[in-house]
């Protein structure tokens, strides 16, 4: 299996968007817009992260196929990092594979993540790559409709 990190291609869009839909994945990663279904509201977002010159945005490509996304953006003038990878790549080494990747390609520190308590893989993920605890937040969560608890993570 060859796990690699590339830019996003306008294709990748459907992939995302499906990805967007799995009740499951959204629940776990905590956050979903208002309305997953809408696609106007789903490209608006995405257009914004894509055309953002402070975002660089990755696709998780795995032999030729979309697997997921990682991004990271400006928060507060510091960066944040998120990632998403479709629940049928979950548990196989793939999302450590692109983190890994990432980390090498985007230098800057600090880097920060925000992981909902209960996604255990995502911190995992994180904790595994240097991330450590530096707070934590109750947030509204779409996907959960009622609020939840991340942490605030940071690799220096």
């Known amino acids: 299996m060859q796990i690699t990190l590339r830019e996003v291609k306008p294709a990748d869009m459907d ?9 499951d994945a959204a629940h776990m990663a905590g956050f979903a817009p208002t309305n997953p279904t809408d696609r106007t509201i789903f ?3 995405w257009g914004e992260l894509l055309r953002d010159e402070n975002t ?25 990092v998120m990632f998403w990878t479709d629940k049928q ?9 692109a983190m890994d990747q990432f980390l090498t390609e985007f ?28 707070g934590e937040e109750q947030v509204f969560s779409n996907a959960r ?10 690799l220096s």
């Open 15 to 23: 992939q995302f968007f499906a990805f967007q839909q799995d009740a």
């Open 43 to 45: 490209d608006h977002h």
């Open 56 to 80: 660089m945005v990755r696709t998780i490509d795995v032999d030729g196929q979309a697997a997921g996304s990682i991004a990271v953006y400006r928060d507060d003038d510091v960066h944040e």
């Open 89 to 97: 790549f979950w548990d196989q080494g793939i999302t450590t594979t």
């Open 107 to 134: 230098t800057a520190r600090p880097l920060r993540a925000r992981v909902v308590v209960d996604n255990v893989g995502s911190m995992k993920i994180l904790q595994s790559r240097g991330f450590t605890e530096i």
């Open 145 to 154: 409709a009622h609020v939840v608890t991340e942490k605030l993570l940071e």
